[in-house]
């Protein structure tokens, strides 16, 4: 019996790596003959995602899994370079080149049985590390960590550059509406990623979809009952193995030691949730990225007032315009709302800064989550059996709320246009407390039968994991490739 290993290259970003982690654990526990080394790389302007890193290199996860903490490069992050991520991953390139030599150089001085290295599996946004892993003749694989709808409307603006010239940027501000095979629904051009629609973006992204084809397979976190049209109609004309083995969840979370601000925040929203009755609470958290002007909040202060109902609101502070930060919290709300909204919405809201979001969709008391519809977001929604209302801000959010609630009917809009990233140049538009309210009392009072859908997706989001299920079976298979 062959041991094996296999080096795993995450995007520096906790929902990345997270998801990668989580990947790895179940690799080596479906199969102890694999031995996986995931490299870290680290982004300059997060110290959290940083100290992040250091104790997952710390810890033992498992004794099949280690980490291999990359040095941050401070220089790295070129906000001024035509495509940044691009350009941020060639930089590390070395790097990722030299911890590779080093492993291969230290697997062969194992005793008893090395573990060969057989291979990458470089994340959705690290194609160029495919260069690496042909370097030293490794096979790679891509994991992928949206979903099979963006992963085909990719490929397929990809085919439509290459074969017919079509550029995905004459769509920008249009009313047309594509036909993509994969999709049963026209896809309106207001819904596609903003990196299809800016001119210095797009080409990278083509050329991840090139690099992907050069690779043995692709791994994709979701799962057959969800985006079966999607997988049937892609499926048909592509010669790679695509392996649907999600939903990949970290579903049980640490956040330190007992007493520690993190477990003392997280039992003070437990225990309001707990005081509140079934299903009766809206929460909206909108990412590590999202935040919004205070216009805009007070927008959504109005209509969470006005609506009525019981809410959880996990509130950022906007970084200053034009650079490149992650939100942070407010010390004191009130500095926002100045007009009472806090005092009045006392006996039926609570905001919260950070949000153990795992935690909160698991309560009993949750029935709605106004979410920016991350992948990894609407995966856990799914787990948990709670219908969302659909904000995107940015990435590939746009098309995930398309097919929430066009495509497959398992949410309601609020909007499924907005986009506030630093690919689009666009003027972001304001939502009005009106349409926000309208969104969450579709989302709490009208919505039966798509709360019954989302039910059902959240039984069948378990089964596709247990043994027999569509993702275990296509975990087998990925595992049975791997070894061939």
Avoid at 312 to 329: D, E, H, N, Q, Y
């Amino acid at each position: 019996m062959k041991r094996s290993e296999l080096v795993f290259i995450p995007s520096p970003g906790i929902g990345h790596v997270t998801s990668t982690v989580e990947l790895a654990r179940v690799l080596v526990d479906r199969d102890d003959r694999f031995f996986v080394t995931i490299i870290l790389m680290k982004l300059p302007f997060d110290d959290k995602f940083t100290s992040y890193c250091q104790s997952l290199a710390e810890s033992t996860i498992s004794n099949n899994i280690k980490f291999l903490d990359l040095p941050l490069l401070e220089q790295a992050l070129d906000t001024k370079a035509k495509d940044i991520v691009a350009t941020y991953m060639e930089t590390y390139k070395p790097l990722v080149k030299e911890a590779l030599a080093q492993l291969i150089e230290s697997s062969t001085l194992r005793p008893d049985q090395p573990p060969r290295l057989i291979g990458l599996l470089v994340d959705m946004f690290c194609g160029t590390m495919v260069d690496v892993g042909n370097d030293f003749g490794l096979r790679s694989y891509v994991f992928f960590t949206s979903g099979v709808g963006y992963l085909s409307l990719l490929f397929s603006m990809q085919t439509m550059k290459d074969e017919q010239n079509v550029d995905s940027t004459q769509f920008k501000g249009s009313d047309t509406e594509l036909m993509i095979s994969s999709f049963a629904k026209p896809i309106p051009a207001r819904v596609l990623p903003s990196m299809f629609l800016n001119k210095d973006v797009v080409p990278g992204f083509l050329n991840l979809a090139r690099m992907y084809r050069q690779t043995k397979g692709i791994v994709v976190n979701t799962f057959l009952e969800l985006e079966s049209h999607v997988m049937s109609s892609f499926f048909d004309g592509l010669t790679l193995p695509v392996y649907p083995v999600g939903p990949i969840l970290k579903l049980q979370r640490n956040d330190g030691d007992k007493g520690s601000d993190k477990v003392r925040e997280k039992e003070e929203i437990i225990g309001w949730l707990d005081d509140q009755p079934p299903s009766s609470v809206v929460f909206l958290c909108f990412g590590s990225m999202g935040s919004f002007d205070e216009d805009q909040l007070k927008e959504i202060a109005k209509a969470l007032e006005h609506c009525g109902h019981r809410f959880l609101w996990s509130l950022r502070r906007a970084p200053p315009k034009g650079t490149i930060v992650f939100p942070s919290g407010y010390n004191n709300p009130k500095e926002i709302f100045t007009d009472g909204f806090l005092d009045r919405t006392a006996k039926i809201g609570k905001i919260i800064g950070w949000a153990p979001q795992v935690d909160i969709l698991a309560h009993p008391a949750v029935g709605g989550f106004v979410s920016h519809c991350g992948w990894n977001s609407i995966l856990e929604s799914l787990w948990f059996g709670v219908p969302i209302a659909t904000w995107p801000i940015d990435g590939e959010q746009q098309l995930n709320a398309f097919q929430m609630v066009v495509e497959l009917g398992l949410g309601v809009e609020i909007k499924l246009d907005y986009r506030k990233d630093f690919l689009s140049d666009d003027e972001v538009k304001m939502v009005t407390a009106e349409e926000i309210e309208r969104g969450i009392k579709s989302l709490m009072e009208n919505n039966g039968e798509i709360k019954e859908k989302v039910k059902e997706m959240s039984e069948k989001s378990k089964k596709a994991v247990m043994e027999g299920g569509s993702s275990h079976s296509s975990f087998d298979r990925f595992i049975a490739d791997l070894m061939s």
